[in-house]
């Protein structure tokens, strides 16, 4: 793979027709279905939140694929990529990087941590303790990282996937609300079906397909085609069904949506718009979009109602105007 570049600007006059991006995208996901058995819907949900350049937190019980799904995702995109295994003793400079006395130059020199990569995959996080888990903050949501009073820009593009373990509550840590509501979505794929695992069991009866998997976009392109996805138009009844929505969870929810959350919902269905050949947003993609990225991002009072059903019901109170 390349290695990260630093930020530098997109040329806007080789911004992709939707078409085009449209393709990329598309291209992405079936590969990433060469890998992956089944779960289409989480599968387009993840390359969209990338393309519309967004973090990704997929949380289910052990075994079901998510780190797998995380490096197949990398893999289909010629960039840098670096996985951190979390665990109750990294340090934030494992994370980031730190300063080495170089006894040559008599000098610090700056060993870039693993978050200096174009996809970054944090393997269960929640198993670091919160302090380690702050490393990321400044990272994911400003694209930069400051040690020792140095700021230094990431490689574009960045994009954390991270997976949670659900099971092992008594061993592993919650995730800070400020980390979880930089996550544009959150994300489960549960057990295959029986016809679906034995698909699995024939394709990695012999090497596992992972280990053959070739990029079909590369850095450049999805750089190109995130700005493809600005383009998308956002109607102003779109943008006050978005605000009522999220007012909606505030009136009812003990912490509700974030502004931040109406951007990635805004986001979102606009890289919606574009897989689906659209230049503009409608209600659907709005919909489509909503329980992915809202639902993490709200508290509900114990015992009353989960965060998906609240969010199914603001769609289904929510009038589109």
């Known amino acids: 793979m390349t290695n990260p570049q630093p930020n530098t600007a997109v040329d806007h006059s080789e911004t992709p027709s939707i078409a085009e991006a449209a393709a990329t995208t598309e291209a992405v996901i079936d590969n990433v279905e ?47 990529f670096k996985r951190v295994q979390f665990t109750p003793d990294l340090l934030p400079s494992d994370i980031t990087g730190v300063n080495v006395f170089n006894q040559k130059t008599r ?35 400003e694209r930069q990282v400051t040690t020792d009073g140095t700021t230094r820009p990431l490689p574009e593009p960045f994009t954390v996937i991270a997976t949670q373990n659900d099971v092992e509550l008594g061993r592993t840590y919650e995730l800070p609300l400020a980390e979880i509501d930089r996550f544009m979505k959150k994300l489960r794929l549960g057990y295959p079906t029986p016809k679906e695992e034995t698909q699995l069991l024939e394709r990695v009866s012999g090497a596992h397909p992972i280990e053959t998997v070739q990029s079909v976009a590369s850095a450049e392109e999805l750089l190109r085609a995130r700005e493809t996805v600005k383009t998308i138009r ?37 890289a919606r718009a574009m897989l689906d050949e659209r230049s503009y947003v409608i209600p659907d993609d709005i919909q489509t979009e909503a329980p992915a990225v809202l639902s993490h991002r709200i508290r509900t009072e114990s015992g009353t109602e989960t965060n998906t059903s609240l969010i199914r019901r603001a769609l289904e109170a929510v009038p589109v105007e």
């Open 234 to 270: 956002v109607s102003e009844p779109i943008r006050v069904y978005i605000s009522n929505l999220v007012e909606y969870t505030r009136q009812n929810a003990t912490l509700g949506v974030s502004p931040r959350g109406s951007i990635s919902l805004m986001r979102g269905a606009q």
């Open 34 to 80: 060469t890998v992956i058995i089944g779960n289409r819907a989480e599968i387009e949900h993840i390359v969209v939140a990338l393309f519309a350049d967004g973090h990704i937190l997929l949380e289910d019980v052990p075994g079901v694929g998510k780190t797998m799904l995380a490096r197949a995702l990398a893999a289909s995109i010629d960039c840098s």
């Open 107 to 141: 000098e610090f020199d700056f060993q870039r941590g693993p978050i200096f990569a174009n996809v970054v995959l944090g393997d269960e996080i929640n198993r670091a303790p919160p302090k380690t888990q702050s490393a990321l903050l400044e990272a994911m949501e």
